[in-house]
T-cell receptor, first 114, second 113 residues
Framework: DAGVTQSPTHLIKTRGQQVTLRCSPK?????VSWYQQALGQGPQFIFQ???????QRGNFPDRFSGHQFPNYSSELNVNALLLGDSALYLC?????????????FGDGTRLSIL | GNSVTQMEGPVTLSEEAFLTINCTYT??????LFWYVQYPGEGLQLLLK?????DKGSNKGFEATYRKETTSFHLEKGSVQVSDSAVYFC????????????FGTGTSLTVIP
């Protein structure tokens, strides 16, 4: 049973560029959430997708956008990259989005902005 | 709003020592509480959870009890091993509209032989 898979593992971009990160949820899960984890910090919630729609959003600018596909996989897009966007981006999946369901995390994409 | 506060690290213990990592939370509703562990270069793995007051979550010798009266969810283990060296995150999940997770800043644990 495959867990949450993310691609790519590492990515290097320059300021002003755009990036797309991809996530496949754990089998049977229908909800995908994205988090940004800066070095030495806890993950910060970016947004959550359910039924191909953004259901919740954290305190992130509109430069961060996403999409969920009919097969529940998801993409995170970041435009006009800033140095401060350098972080580990984590995707997490869960079933139906209820609070007692733990989120299952992928290993993340390490994004470095030069 | 919702937030989680964890004790500052790093924590260094000798093998077989007793571990406590403090976690307190602030929540507007009735959240579920979780402990996650992160090994170097990896994502977060669920360690244990508790979904209501007085519930005790346990796994791999780790325990934590959901204390509503003190808004706490402290992580404990009676005898740590070198393989327990990792970063531990306390988290809460709200209930509506979806389970958005709020994480603490993490506590780094190093266990020395």
């Amino acid at each position: 049973d495959a867990g949450v898979t993310q691609s790519p593992t590492h990515l290097i971009k320059t300021r002003g560029q755009q990036v797309t990160l991809r996530c496949s949820p754990k089998s049977g899960h229908d909800t995908v959430s994205w988090y940004q984890q800066a070095l030495g910090q806890g993950p910060q919630f970016i947004f959550q997708y359910y039924e191909e729609e953004e259901r919740q959003r954290g305190n992130f600018p509109d430069r961060f956008s996403g999409h969920q596909f009919p097969n529940y996989s998801s993409e995170l897009n970041v435009n006009a990259l800033l140095l401060g966007d350098s972080a580990l981006y984590l995707c997490a999946s869960s079933l139906t989005g209820w609070a007692d369901q733990p989120q299952h995390f992928g290993d993340g994409t390490r994004l470095s902005i030069l | 709003g919702n937030s989680v506060t964890q004790m500052e690290g790093p924590v260094t213990l000798s093998e077989e020592a007793f571990l406590t990592i403090n976690c307190t939370y602030t929540a507007t509703g009735y959240p579920s509480l979780f402990w996650y562990v992160q090994y170097p270069g990896e994502g977060l793995q669920l360690l244990l959870k508790a979904t209501k007051a007085d519930d005790k979550g346990s796994n791999k010798g780790f325990e934590a009890t959901y204390r509503k009266e003190t808004t706490s969810f402290h992580l404990e283990k009676g005898s740590v091993q070198v393989s327990d060296s990792a970063v531990y995150f306390c988290a809460l999940s709200d209930r509506w509209p979806g389970n958005q997770f709020y994480f603490g800043t993490g506590t780094s644990l190093t266990v020395i032989p």
